[in-house]
């Protein structure tokens, strides 16, 4: 039984400054995924971004910190990464083709966003469809029009003529 110990301390101590340098990679990504986030949602404020792409563009950048810190770790241990990136790589393009719409809709929305063609309070008409904007989302933009609400994705409003029917909102 001793002799276990005694080995196990000896791994113990073999294994210890790769485990520091996992631990201070992590943290050091973990803190710097924090940093670049809370940038963003400062820089967003000052330029007048919509809070929704605010928090859209910063919460994506502490994913992919995060992610790199973990792979970042995992190749300090040892372990091989290659495959994990190459799988990273398939999921990502997977995921990508899966979603396709979804994405769509969704960087429509950031563009929408950032370039502002028409802003809540507009009236605008696209496709048959008329009404005024009452919210922008990431993925729909909401019009109400004779009390009822219509919801057309980004995508479309993005691809399809949109015309702004009241340039000045009240």
């Keep these: 039984m001793d002799i276990l110990i005694q ?3 000896e791994k113990a101590y073999l294994w210890l400054p790769q485990i520091a340098g996992v631990v201070v990679i992590l943290i050091v990504f973990y803190i710097l995924s924090k940093i670049i986030s809370g940038a963003i949602t400062r820089l967003s404020a000052r330029l007048s971004l919509d809070s929704q792409l ?3 563009l910063a919460r994506t950048s502490r994913i992919i910190l995060i992610v790199l810190g973990f792979v970042s770790a995992l190749g300090t241990l040892g372990i091989d990464v290659s495959a ?3 799988g990273l790589g ?3 393009f997977a995921l990508g083709f899966a979603l396709k ?5 969704m ?3 950031v563009l929408i966003l950032l370039y502002r063609p028409f802003k809540v309070g507009n009236s605008i008409k696209i496709s048959g469809y008329t009404g005024d904007v ?3 989302d990431l993925r729909y933009t909401e019009l109400s029009s004779e009390g009822h609400k219509i919801l057309i994705p980004n995508s479309k409003l ?3 003529p949109v015309t702004v029917l009241n340039n000045n909102p009240e």
Aim: glycine fraction near 8%.
């Design 134 to 136: 009452i919210a922008i």
């Design 158 to 160: 993005f691809t399809d």
């Design 90 to 92: 398939l999921t990502g």
């Design 107 to 109: 960087l429509s929305g």
């Design 54 to 56: 605010s928090f859209f």
């Design 7 to 9: 080995k196990l301390f």
């Design 84 to 86: 994990l990136v190459a």
């Design 101 to 105: 719409d979804t994405i769509s809709n």
